[in-house]
């Protein structure tokens, strides 16, 4: 899909809605597992690190755990929330040439 053909269905009810399904059955997908697996492993093993209370973590350490785990969440969420804002919104969006 192009960024054009993605504008094209977002302008419309109906291509709103195909675009929330899509991202729905994504989450059903053989790939997302993996992916979400991944990403579950990755999760675990920075907050096994962050709540080690054998191992002492500079600030500088810290912050780059905390921006990973935000970060790892993010995309694993990434899905429901963008099918969640495409059902909030009711607007079509800006075509990329104006700011071209």
């Not at 579950?40 to 600030?59: C, F």
């Not at 970060?71 to 104006?98: C, F, N, Q």
Request: without cysteine; glycine residues 4%.
């Amino acid at each position: 899909m192009t960024k054009q053909e993605y504008l094209n269905m977002f302008s419309t009810e109906k291509g709103r809605g195909e675009i929330v399904r899509t991202l729905t059955n994504l989450e059903k997908h053989k790939g997302w597992s993996i992916l979400m697996i991944y990403f579950q492993d990755m999760l675990d093993s920075q907050e096994m690190v962050l709540h080690d209370i054998e191992r002492s973590i500079d600030d500088k350490e810290l912050q780059k755990i905390r921006t990973r785990l935000y970060y790892i969440k993010e995309i694993m969420g990434m899905p429901k929330t963008l099918a969640r804002e495409v059902l909030d919104s009711k607007e079509v969006p800006i075509p990329e040439e104006i700011y071209n």
